[in-house]
């Protein structure tokens, strides 16, 4: 299922759209291979798309499929960030060494962390969306 928001700033309005994880999602594999073919279909050719936003938890090193799905994005010339949640749960130096390890093996040079609990990140996530919007 895509989840579509409204978000209005500044006499502006723009859709987050929410795409189902691939990951370590509770729901069987057979349902689960049939998002890869509607998350494509949804990204591929759409001009009014800004920015895709690519959420990887920093516990866990980035899997297979998040590997296959940053080089989705990059092959399609799709704008991409890739953001490490719940990085509240590291101390400083995991969190430094999530970063690396996931910046290497997701060929990006900057991978952005952040916590919704703490709110660690946010200002860098609203600055990227901004200037991707522009």
Not at 31 to 40: C, I, K, L, Q, S
Not at 50 to 73: A, F, G, H, Y
Request: hydrophobic share 40%; proline share 4%; aromatic share 8%.
């Amino acid at each position: 299922m895509l989840n579509f928001f409204l978000v209005n700033e500044n006499d502006e309005s723009m859709y987050f759209v929410d795409l189902p994880g691939y990951g370590y999602a509770k729901v069987a594999k057979s349902e689960r291979d049939t998002w890869g073919a509607m998350v494509e279909g949804y990204l591929a050719g759409r001009p009014e798309l800004k920015l895709t936003l690519m959420l990887v938890d920093c516990r866990i090193p980035p899997t297979e499929s998040d590997r296959m799905m940053k080089e989705w994005l990059d092959h399609h010339g799709i704008p991409n960030a890739v953001v490490l949640t719940k990085t509240d749960k590291l101390s400083k130096n995991e969190l430094h060494k999530s970063l690396r390890t996931s910046a290497q093996l997701l060929k990006t040079k900057e991978t952005i962390a952040f916590s919704a609990v703490t709110g660690f990140g946010k200002d860098t996530i609203l600055k990227i969306i901004r200037e991707a919007i522009a």
